[in-house]
């Protein structure tokens, strides 16, 4: 049974910083290419950042210097390192891995100004 389980989020001031962590089971950790998403409310899921096995990382322009996708293969774990948060930034995170398809449950983040 797959299962992606994320982590970290919570409330900070603007400013602030934050690590989401996304635990993976059932799944070979080590050949997936795998993301963070977010949602803010009233808009579409967009793409924040991506690490594929190699470990090489993508990130959108909106987070680029701010924000760092990393992974242990060992730990079967994916991190998101957010520093410098804005209220831009608040929304629920989503881990998704691509082989098969999955989704997290989500973890809430949100940044007061």
């Avoid at 959108?60 to 998101?80: E, H, P, Y």
């Amino acid at each position: 049974q797959v299962q992606l389980v994320e982590s970290g989020g919570g409330l900070v001031q603007a400013g602030g910083s934050l690590r989401l962590s996304c635990a993976a089971s059932g799944i070979i950790f080590s050949i997936n290419v795998m993301s963070w998403y977010r949602q803010a409310p009233g808009k579409q899921r967009e793409l924040v950042a991506i690490i594929t096995r190699g470990g090489t990382t993508t990130y959108a322009d909106s987070v680029k210097g701010r924000f760092t996708i990393s992974r242990d293969n060992a730990k079967n774990t994916v991190l998101l390192q957010m520093n410098s948060l804005k209220p831009d930034d608040t929304g629920i995170y989503y881990c998704r891995a691509n082989q098969p398809n999955y989704w997290g449950q989500g973890t809430q983040v949100t940044v007061s100004s």
